[in-house]
């Protein structure tokens, strides 16, 4: 990344992630600089990322992954509220602490003053097994939607510890698979239809169909009141198509 570049990220993440303040936002406290390095002060997270529990835990239990991804998604409701997308999400980016809650962190590729819902970024960033297909096909795509992707793929791995889709598959082949839904559980690992259903409408494959974080948000509660019954809550209803692709094992080893 060009240094010019690389500054205005720097200057964007400081400025924008000062003025966040929600309990489920890790809180900048403060920062300082030498010659060659700056630093951020913000609280210890004492049991790491998600991604680091995962590896040496494996797969969270359902009631575990809905507790977290209601604290994240409330989290990223509040930035999507105030027109911010993260477009880093991932379990690396989201800091456990010792009483069992996560909070949402690293603003790095923070996008803010978006004027709408609908428009476009074509600044190409996140990590690879988190980016949503039209990131992937360098179309010019929707911020907050990509955001809502990533949720999607956080969800799935805490529940399997694998992703759902192959990420060192060349671009055709891994947005293909996403287009088809190419994913399905372990057999020792049964989600309820709720939990199921939303990660579905999570990966829709069309970013304008796909659920905004408010309904989202709306979907979550919904699941918590309605898990002992089994009722399918849907946030869109595009057809899906499912296959038996099942990703390295050993991805979270």
């Known amino acids: 990344m060009p240094l010019r570049i690389k ?14 303040k929600h309990h489920r936002i890790l809180e900048l406290q403060e920062f300082f600089e030498d010659d060659e390095k700056l630093f951020f002060v913000s609280l210890l997270a004492e049991r ?3 991604y680091t529990h995962l590896k040496h835990n ?5 009631d575990v992954v809905q507790t977290w991804m209601w604290q994240i998604i409330t989290g990223v409701q509040y930035m999507h509220l105030r027109w911010i ?21 690293d603003f790095g590729f923070i996008l803010d003053h ?7 970024s074509r600044t190409y960033c996140g ?3 988190y980016m949503a297909p039209e990131i992937l096909l360098q179309l010019p795509y929707l911020p907050f939607k990509a955001d809502v992707w990533a949720i999607g793929i956080m969800s799935y791995a805490l529940l399997t510890a694998r992703y759902p889709f192959d990420h060192h598959m060349n671009v055709v082949q891994l947005t293909n698979c996403q287009r088809l839904r190419d994913y399905k ?19 829709t494959y069309d970013a304008y169909l796909r659920p905004t974080i408010h309904e989202v948000y709306l979907c979550t ?20 198509i499912y296959s038996a692709h099942i990703i390295d094992r050993n991805v979270f080893q």
């Open 7 to 20: 500054n205005e990220f720097i200057a964007r993440e400081i400025r924008v992630w000062r003025l966040l």
């Open 58 to 62: 494996g797969p969270a239990i359902e």
């Open 85 to 105: 997308a993260h477009r880093d999400l991932k379990l690396e980016n989201i800091l456990l602490f010792e009483d069992g809650t996560v909070k949402v962190a």
């Open 221 to 240: 509660i919904n699941m918590f009141r309605s898990k002992a019954s089994e009722k399918n809550y849907r946030m869109t209803s595009p057809n899906a």
């Open 127 to 129: 990590s690879r097994p």
């Open 114 to 120: 978006i004027k709408s819902e609908t428009e476009t």
């Open 48 to 50: 790491g990322t998600l």
């Open 185 to 203: 559980y372990p057999d020792h690992i049964i989600p309820t239809i709720a939990c199921r259903d939303a990660i579905d409408q999570l990966l």
